[in-house]
């Protein structure tokens, strides 16, 4: 196979990529007008045959997605472009966006066309201020230029898109919840069916995809769909940019085929771990796909691949922890990451994440004993795949797969009375005794310090 | 009573919620200026319903205000056709509406792990330190709150420290003192990307959509 040349990634060492002149200058913004000269319809039928899988973390094909959008309903059908990117350790969309916003605009005309849809919402997230400008800018200039507004290009097509921020909520990530802020209400998912493509946003069909995933539509259209499925491996095709972050030599987003092994990007892109040290965990899709060891390195970062060894790829966001690093203390990190962050709909999630809170803390601090280690399994049991949205089953991922692979740790924890690792390792658990986070009911009623016997509790 | 001993609850009670009950003023309205009532009508008739406009509205009370109080929320109330409660169970919901007097700039400091691995929770710390407790709510000065915050989805700069949510990268110790200490003194240094960051008022602007008006409170990095 040749070598793989960057495509998502072509533009980021041109300072002026991120200007509608620097855009155009390289090839930017005619896919869109081939897209325009085909049938909407062929649109679809270009994407789905490129096989093109959405980089939000569920891996859902595209082209199919697309296809869903019923056109006899006459409500309009809306466009939203997911860039809430809140997953732990996943940092490629807000890249993508500084570096070239014009490449997202474009692949969302392209979408909206396909779907016709003639009002899109890009959902930012809050903290992304500057980003967003970015991308505000990106959308005014492609206004002026007839990208967007009405008549694009003399086609008689008409999209407007509106820019929409968020105000810090991981949750708004979760495709129905983002639905749900966009409206004006508490950002708490939806029970589905019906799904999105059915009754979204104002009950509305609509699309939403992930920046990644609208970045790659460009590209599939201007260089065609067997082009863009020759690159990857089995049923994840395309290029793929890979967050790999934590003790590395050189953290740093990775644009490499899907399907590359976890070893190149980790030990080759990223320069391998600090200090000449040896990997001992990492997640290959962010904190809510299930921790992997070294074990796993030789393992191909595509959706089945992965699967198949056990995690999730996720958001290819890959944090890498390394022989010094307490695992009990970083997924107790993650863990009051969920706590903090669960909506309070669903009851499972809510005080499940807060539970773990709770005797991961004990564990850790070395107050723990050796039930808790199952206790935490039992837990974990009673909130999977209970709740409206997949946020609790996240909360899992870290718990499960750690006491999978490092049972040997917690008991070590228990056994000693403390961390093994503390001289060594940097503290991970947080640092303010913040308490419930945006709802955290629970956490409001009782006073920091007082333990409550989770096993007498659960019985 | 400061207003930073007047807000001083146990930190368990430290949750929005709870926050809310335990707020004990209000400020005297209107909040929303005439201009900012036409820029609010002009923000809730861009969407196909105007109550998509409501985080946009909230963050324009906290521009006008520093902060969303309940007399803001009335406000928005009005202006959308809707309830007091229907807005503040929404404002109470998201962590970047303030419903508190706050620090005219917000630290916020990462301490996810990839943050966390590198030294970030040293840094919270040491923040704390600089700034004293209150400033987890407020700083005795009124210039900053101190926050601990999720990944910012920027973690190959880690550790990242955000003033006002504009991002530094790799932030040591040394530069954490100097960043504040440059803030004391009315000088901020410009984020790694964005530019100077604004006050939380100016901040709150762009997030309410109009940033494009006032471009030059978000400077090119
Ligand atoms: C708790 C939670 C948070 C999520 N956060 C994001 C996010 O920040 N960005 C994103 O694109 N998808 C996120 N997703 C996935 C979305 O629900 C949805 O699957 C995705 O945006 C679809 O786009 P895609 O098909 O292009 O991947 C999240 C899902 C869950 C359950
Ligand atoms: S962990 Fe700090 S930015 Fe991601």
């Not at chain 1, 570096?99 to 997230?125: K, M, N, S, W």
């Not at chain 2, 900053?144 to 003033?163: K, S, W, Y």
Request: negative net charge.
């Amino acid at each position: 196979m040749a070598e793989f040349q960057p495509v998502l990634t072509a533009r980021w060492g041109d300072p002026e990529a991120a200007t509608l002149h620097g855009y155009e200058r390289t090839g930017g913004y005619q896919a869109l007008r081939k897209a325009l000269s085909m049938d909407p319809a062929a649109v679809i039928e270009e994407v789905k045959s490129s096989g093109l899988r959405g980089r939000g973390g569920a891996g859902f094909p595209t082209g199919t997605k697309w296809s869903f959008i019923p056109q006899d309903t006459g409500k309009p059908v809306y466009v939203v472009v997911n860039f809430d990117e809140s997953e732990p350790g996943t940092f490629n969309n807000r890249e993508l966006i500084e570096r070239d916003p014009h490449q997202l605009v474009e692949g969302a005309i392209i979408c909206a066309y396909a779907v016709r849809c003639r009002t899109a919402f890009v959902y930012c997230r809050g903290e992304f201020v500057w980003p967003g400008t970015v991308l505000e800018r990106a959308i005014a200039e492609a206004y002026e230029a007839g990208y967007l507004g009405k008549d694009i290009l003399g086609s008689g097509f008409d999209l407007d898109v509106i820019l929409h921020r968020g105000a810090g909520a991981y949750i708004c990530g979760e495709e129905t919840a983002l639905l749900e802020s966009l409206e004006g209400f508490r950002g708490q998912p939806r029970l589905r069916p019906p799904f999105p493509a059915v009754e979204g946003l104002y009950r509305s069909p609509t699309v939403i995809n992930n920046v990644e995933t609208l970045s790659c539509v460009p590209h599939i259209i201007d260089r065609g769909a067997r082009w863009f499925a020759s690159i990857g491996a089995g049923k994840s095709t395309g290029p793929g940019i890979f967050s790999v972050s934590g003790k590395v030599n050189r953290p740093g987003n990775y644009e490499a085929p899907m399907g590359t092994t976890a070893r190149e990007l980790i030990e080759g892109h990223a320069g391998g771990v600090r200090d000449g040290k040896r990997v001992k965990a990492w997640t290959p899709g962010g904190s809510s796909t299930p921790l992997l060891t070294a074990e796993h390195l030789d393992v191909q970062m595509g959706f089945d691949e992965v699967q198949a060894a056990g995690s999730l790829l996720g958001t290819k966001a890959m944090i890498v922890l390394d022989e010094r690093d307490c695992v009990v203390d970083a997924v107790l990190r993650f863990t009051q990451f969920y706590a903090h962050e669960s909506c309070g709909k669903c009851t499972p999630c809510r005080e499940g994440t807060w539970w773990m809170t709770r005797v991961l803390r004990r564990v850790e601090q070395g107050r723990g004993r050796m039930e808790d280690i199952d206790l935490m399994q039992t837990v974990g049991q009673n909130m999977l795949f209970k709740s409206f949205c997949a946020l609790a089953d996240g909360a899992v991922s870290p718990i499960d797969s750690s006491i999978k692979y490092f049972r040997d740790e917690y008991e070590e924890h228990v056994r000693l009375g403390r961390c093994p690792l503390r001289e060594e390792s940097p503290r991970l658990e947080a640092a303010s005794a913040r308490s419930g986070g945006t709802t955290g009911a629970l956490a409001q009623v009782l006073p920091e310090g007082i333990e409550v016997e989770l096993g007498e509790v659960l019985g | 009573m400061s207003e930073a001993e007047r807000f001083s609850v146990p930190r368990w009670q430290s949750g929005q919620p709870a926050e809310l009950r335990v707020l004990d003023v209000d400020v005297e309205g209107p909040v929303l200026s005439d201009e900012a009532r036409r820029v609010a009508e002009r923000i809730a008739s861009k969407y196909p319903t105007r109550r998509s406009a409501m985080i946009p509205l909230l963050y324009l009370v906290q521009a006008e205000v520093g902060w969303v109080p309940r007399r803001g929320m009335r406000e928005v109330a009005d202006v959308l056709g809707l309830t007091t409660a229907e807005v503040e169970a929404v404002a109470t919901f998201y962590t970047m509406l303030k419903l508190h007097p706050c620090g005219r700039y917000i630290v916020s400091i990462c301490t996810n792990p990839s943050c966390a691995l590198l030294g970030a929770r040293r840094l919270y710390e040491r923040a704390r330190e600089l700034l004293g407790e209150s400033a987890e709510r407020v700083s005795e000065d009124g210039l900053f709150t101190l926050e601990e915050e999720e990944c910012l989805a920027a973690c190959d700069q880690a550790p990242v420290v955000a003033v006002n949510f504009l991002f530094y990268d790799r932030v040591s110790e040394e530069q954490l003192e100097s960043m504040i200490e440059e803030i004391r003194q009315g000088r901020p240094p410009a984020a790694s990307r964005g530019g100077i960051p604004g006050e939380l008022k100016d901040i709150s602007r762009v997030l309410a959509g109009l940033g494009t008006d006032r471009a030059a409170e978000v400077e090119d990095g």
